[in-house]
């Protein structure tokens, strides 16, 4: 992440949008640490797994309040649970499923 390597506290970054590049939970973690107060985040691909808190080191996007973009529906569910358990709860999903994406 280029971006990143130039600025690596972005605090004034609120929305965030990942179109057609591969994300891995290394570079999610990267662009957390970097953009603390991230609100919302969009994307092209299908992205879950690293949004869902778990323990061990802090969760990504603490102030995470909207997601978009595609997601399975069963894993939406569990994300949206894991965060609000967490005392992280989303305020919008705006998901645009396809039937290529119910797993």
């Known amino acids: 992440m280029p971006l990143l390597s130039h600025s690596p506290h972005l605090d004034n970054v609120k929305t965030l949008y990942i179109m ?4 891995t939970d290394d570079t999610l973690a990267t662009i957390s640490a970097a953009i603390l107060n991230l609100v919302s985040i969009t994307w092209s691909q299908h992205i879950y797994k ?4 778990k323990g061990g080191p802090p969760p990504l996007f603490p102030c995470l309040k909207h997601i978009a973009g595609l997601l399975p529906e069963r894993k939406l569910v569990e994300m949206a649970r894991a965060r ?6 989303l305020d919008a999903l705006d998901v645009h499923c396809d039937p290529k994406c119910r797993a």
């Open 84 to 89: 609000g358990e967490h005392g992280m709860p």
């Open 50 to 53: 690293s949004l869902t808190p």
């Open 20 to 23: 057609d590049c591969r994300i």
